[in-house]
């Protein structure tokens, strides 16, 4: 198989969203994600908009799809077609600000109202490797995290401590909902799209067989 064709054959496609203010980091986790070094202010003006990387998760390979808001949040104006048809999402703050830890409640809201319901979402404490000048505790995130059923981790776009593993938990919680049943692929909105391999294994001969019982789900 050449290279290309190896690069692009994935099991699943999520669309993911990167959310939270202004300034907490969102473009640089995105840019840190992708090309596993730290965006610096130098070439800001080239905001990337959007990223796909392909990971592995637990044997299957998934495609992630992620937006970044591109600014659109300093206007306060990020739009209904940014969130249409997310299956995760990565909301951030920044842990030495206290202002955008405040605005989580309204970026939920929004998330909840204008994505999919079903939107598998990962709180990020950002800026983790300044510890100094923290205005948010640990602990006082991930008690707001429980009780609004987020998954929490502190990273750091900056070292890039926690960025690859806030989207591989996030591709996880997803890849478990569909295996459960919990979320339903061919969904409209879903933010899911089956890639080619597990066409392939759907068309596999031992998928053509009826399905047993437990598959059926009727
Ligand atoms: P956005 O507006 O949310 O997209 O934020 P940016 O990614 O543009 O980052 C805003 C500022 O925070 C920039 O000056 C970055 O250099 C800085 N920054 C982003 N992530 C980190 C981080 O993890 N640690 C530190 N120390 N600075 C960061
Ligand atoms: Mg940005």
């Not at 993911?16 to 994600?33: D, E, P, R, W, Y």
């Not at 249409?84 to 955008?100: F, K, M, N, Q």
């Not at 996030?170 to 339903?184: F, M, P, Q, W, Y």
Request: hydrophobic share 35%; net charge neutral; with cysteine.
């Amino acid at each position: 198989m050449s290279q290309t064709a190896m690069s692009e054959t994935y099991d699943f496609l999520f669309k993911f969203l990167v959310i939270g203010n202004a300034g907490t980091g969102k473009s640089c986790l995105l840019h840190q994600f992708i090309e596993k070094k730290f965006k610096d202010d130098s070439n800001h003006t080239i905001g990337v908009e959007f990223g796909s990387k392909i990971i592995n998760v637990g044997g299957k390979y998934v495609k992630l799809q992620i937006w970044d808001t591109a600014g659109q949040e300093r206007f306060r104006s990020v739009t209904r077609s940014y969130y249409r048809g997310a299956a995760g999402a990565l909301l951030v703050y920044d842990i030495t600000s206290r202002e955008t830890y405040n605005a989580l409640t309204n970026w939920l809201t929004d998330a909840r109202m204008l994505a999919s319901q079903s939107i598998v979402i990962i709180l990020c404490g950002n800026k983790k490797d300044l510890d100094t000048d923290r205005e948010v505790t640990f602990l006082e995130a991930s008690r707001f995290a429980q009780e609004n059923e987020l998954m929490f981790l502190e990273t750091s776009a900056l070292t890039g401590e926690n960025v690859e593993e806030a989207f591989v938990q996030c591709a996880r919680k997803i890849l478990n909902k569909i295996e459960s049943g919990e979320l339903d692929p061919e969904r409209m909105g879903s933010g899911i799209q089956y890639g080619d391999a597990a066409l392939r294994q759907l068309r596999s001969p031992r998928r053509t067989q009826a399905p047993s019982a437990q598959e059926c789900g009727c």
